[in-house]
């Protein structure tokens, strides 16, 4: 067995202490001062974690998170890229009423599975080969504070720090121990009718009800659903009107929209612009896009994989593959052919709910797999 785990385990104390550090750092994506307060502690803290990197840029996300991209060097050619968002869905104030806890070796907190775990056992993986020695390629840390609302500012970043990297390596939560390769694409569309609006008991005849047409479209866009394809749609929000003795003049639906298979996104995208209304006096405006596209394996990250397995077997670990219906930024990088794996993160589960929480047994485990893929890709 490599030296790796024996360190890890030793080293789970402090990981544990940056880990509840990390947590109480209140990071909603909405809420620039808390993200920039936070990539401030995040940034010294890798500092102390590993040393000063060799290369540092901040880059200004706008009105959402900033980026830090670290780079530190190793022993052997090439780099490896490593990813990890710190903005968590959790509203600011979250922690007062849902504080750090541990029972039974299970971390319950906002943000502990998704995926602040992930950013402490990214950093403790790179001061692991530092201190033991292990031969590796230079490491280039990427910090993004916006992957929970599609990376908007960060996905340029991402995808250009992945270009000529040896592999791309995220840090999502784990599926049941398993890496995540492939993910499907997400598409974020609305649909907005404009009728005319009429008293509904004075004059019925007069309006054009946007709420009717809306309903008759919603049947339509549900069943573009394939899942034989791995495509499903779902409508998950619908407003409409401004009373019930009104003919609505106006009504929306938000679709969310997940495709395995890239082609669906031109089904998708043909059969919602060729939605109509049924009453010709209701007009039909499509907005939206997609968010990501779809993680499908590649040449290039099956090799990583089989990589990362020899890796974990080399530790005393079988690890497995699983494709999950979530994306991330591990999407960005796979849909330009290049090696990633996803979900090298902590062993948990309960993403976006109040069940969220981490495995602690799990995180020198995960952290010593992480140390031994990079070290592997020195050869």
């Known amino acids: 067995m490599t030296p790796a785990p024996m360190w890890t385990h030793q080293a789970l104390p402090a990981m544990l202490g940056d880990l ?211 495509t499903t749609v779902n409508v998950g929000l619908v407003r409409g009107g401004t009373g019930t003795n009104v003919t609505a003049g106006e009504a929306t639906c938000g679709i969310d929209v997940r495709v395995s298979d890239p082609a669906e996104m031109a089904r998708i995208d043909a059969a919602l612009a060729a939605l109509r209304s049924p009453d010709p006096r209701v007009s039909v405006a499509l907005t939206g896009g997609w968010n990501r596209p779809p993680m499908t394996p590649n040449p290039a990250s099956e090799d990583l994989f089989a990589r990362a397995y020899k890796a974990a077997i080399e530790q005393g670990l079988e690890l497995r593959q699983a494709g999950v219906g979530g994306a991330s930024d591990a999407n960005f990088v796979s849909a330009l052919g290049r090696p990633v794996l996803d979900g090298l993160g902590p062993v948990g589960a309960g993403s976006h709910s109040r069940s969220e929480h981490a495995i602690v047994d799990h995180i020198p485990e995960r952290t010593a797999l992480t140390m031994g893929i990079i070290s592997s890709l020195a050869d």
């Open 20 to 230: 509840r550090r990390l947590v109480e750092l209140e990071s909603p994506s909405d809420d620039k001062p808390l993200l920039d307060r936070a990539l401030d502690e995040i940034g010294d803290w890798a500092a102390d974690r590993i040393g000063q990197p060799e290369q540092l840029h901040r880059h200004d996300g706008g009105r959402h998170g900033d980026v830090l991209e670290l780079t530190y060097h190793g022993t052997a050619p090439g780099f490896v890229l490593l990813v990890g968002h710190y903005d968590t869905v959790w509203p600011a104030g979250t922690l007062a009423g849902w504080p750090w806890q541990v029972s039974d070796g299970i971390i319950s907190a906002p943000g502990v599975f998704d995926m602040k775990t992930g950013l402490v056992q990214a950093v403790w993986a790179v001061r692991g080969l530092r201190e033991l020695g292990l031969p590796h390629p230079s490491v280039h840390l990427l910090f993004n504070g916006d992957e929970e609302i599609g990376s908007p500012a960060s996905r340029g970043r991402i995808e250009a720090a992945s270009e000529d990297a040896l592999a791309t390596l995220v840090f999502e939560g784990a599926i049941d121990g398993a890496v995540k390769t492939a993910r499907k694409g997400v598409g974020i569309f609305q649909v907005t009718a404009t009728g005319i609006e009429a008293h509904a008991g004075l004059d019925p005849t007069a309006g054009a009800s946007a709420v009717h047409a809306l309903a008759a479209l919603i049947t339509q866009i549900t069943a573009l659903g394939a899942l034989e394809r791995g």
